[in-house]
């Protein structure tokens, strides 16, 4: 049971590519491998840490306000991983901008912790969340790498395309994003299609 609620957000229930989630980070801030990792591990932070919350207050939260619960929760663990971020990676908090602050209204984070944690107990919350930010995360990097790779001819910032390369330019600005996650997108479907049908 455990290991099938992790799995699912890692691919079949993936958050990006099956359920649209978290659309604004996932085309804002991969201009670069380096910035996907820091927002997805942020957002996995984020997630992971609120959903145990929410599984713990599940019974004590009255329905009437569990959103605004559920957000103010939320902000407090976007505000520890904005002050962490600027105080020990100062470079990586300026890239990501004012993304970081906008991870508490991240459909992916609230979406979570109303469609299962606020249902589930505790463990299988935290394989939930845990899969669900690490399926953003590994997008996240998949999606920064290859824009960075394409834009600039390095990935994590060390050159591995030959001097002779010439950059896409445009795989850096918003419109390589949209190109690269609708690719992406389509392969996720040829890959589930073809499962399906064998």
Known sequence: MLKKEFIKGLWKENPVLRQLLGMCPTLAVTTSSLNGAAMGLATTF??????????????IIPPQVRIPVFAVIIATFVTIADIVLKAHFPLISRELGPYVPLIVVNC???????????????????????????????????????????????????RIMPSTFEEWIIMVLPAGAFITLGLLAAFYNMINEKKMRS
């Open 46 to 59: 984020v997630v992971l840490s609120s959903g145990i919350v929410v599984s713990i207050l599940r019974k």
């Open 108 to 158: 992916l984070i609230m979406g979570r912790q109303e469609a299962f944690t606020s249902k589930n107990p505790i463990h299988l919350s935290i394989a939930d969340t845990l899969g669900m930010g690490l399926g953003f995360t590994w997008l996240l990097v998949l999606l920064g790498s290859i824009r960075e790779i394409m834009g600039m001819g390095t990935v994590f910032g060390m």
